[in-house]
T-cell receptor, first 113, second 114 residues
Framework: AQSVTQLGSHVSVSEGALVLLRCNYS??????LFWYVQYPNQGLQLLLK??????LVKGINGFEAEFKKSETSFHLTKPSAHMSDAAEYFC???????????FGKGTKLSVKP | GAGVSQSPRYKVAKRGQDVALRCDPI?????LFWYQQALGQGPEFLTY????????KSGLPSDRFFAERPEGSVSTLKIQRTQQEDSAVYLC????????????FGEGSRLTVL
């Protein structure tokens, strides 16, 4: 069975600082991994995804993530935080033959001026 | 439409009432998922449709929850005899044919049961 663990329910960084949001997964098959962002009172928007191929994946808004099979990790990073990055971030792994997503509990990112 | 549309955006129900939540998918999207997102939690899978066929309803928490998609487009999630623990945001997500594509989410329906 597939599962996702996000370390840290709340991360706070200063504007301009590095953003690092941690995600570890468990999967019995080669994983497809996703990061979604959710702004208040909105649905989820895809930031980036890893399916196969290059392990460093670039997404929207300057975010990227690296798939590390040996560490079963898929951490999300951004070199320089903007105030507009304040939101909740969810890591997900594809589970099952229908392509259903299994989500972590989320990490709320706060950006201080 | 341009995106996944859900209605109502907000619903307040008294305990014991029935509610119906609607999802209008992106035109042509074959796959449709319903998720439940409790406060402070990640979305949890409820049920999955491929066209009009409900292929997986393993996530429905009780027999009070029922979903349908009779013509393979609009879907309705119905909750009978609502309980306080049903309070959550209900998200609909759709996808083109195939099982590796991106899921597109609606903005959700926030249900509060008093």
């Amino acid at each position: 069975a597939q599962s996702v663990t996000q370390l840290g329910s709340h991360v706070s960084v200063s504007e301009g600082a590095l953003v690092l949001l941690r995600c570890n997964y468990s999967s019995s098959v080669p994983p497809y991994l996703f990061w979604y962002v959710q702004y208040p009172n909105q649905g989820l928007q895809l930031l980036l995804k890893y399916t196969t191929g290059a392990t460093l994946v670039k997404g929207i808004n300057g975010f990227e993530a690296e798939f590390k099979k040996s560490e079963t990790s898929f951490h999300l990073t951004k070199p320089s935080a903007h105030m507009s990055d304040a939101a909740e971030y969810f890591c997900a792994v594809r589970g099952g033959s229908q392509g259903n997503l299994i989500f972590g509990k989320g990490t709320k990112l706060s950006v201080k001026p | 439409g341009a995106g996944v549309s859900q209605s109502p955006r907000y619903k307040v129900a008294k305990r014991g009432q029935d509610v119906a939540l609607r999802c209008d998918p992106i035109s042509g999207h074959v796959s449709l998922f319903w998720y439940q997102q409790a406060l402070g939690q990640g979305p949890e899978f409820l049920t999955y449709f491929q066209n009009e066929a409900q292929l997986d309803k393993s996530g429905l928490p009780s027999d009070r929850f029922f979903a349908e998609r009779p013509e393979g487009s609009v879907s309705t999630l119905k909750i009978q005899r609502t309980q306080q623990e049903d309070s959550a945001v209900y998200l609909c997500a759709t996808r083109e044919a195939g099982n590796t594509g991106e899921l597109f989410f609606g903005e959700g329906s926030r249900l509060t049961v008093l």
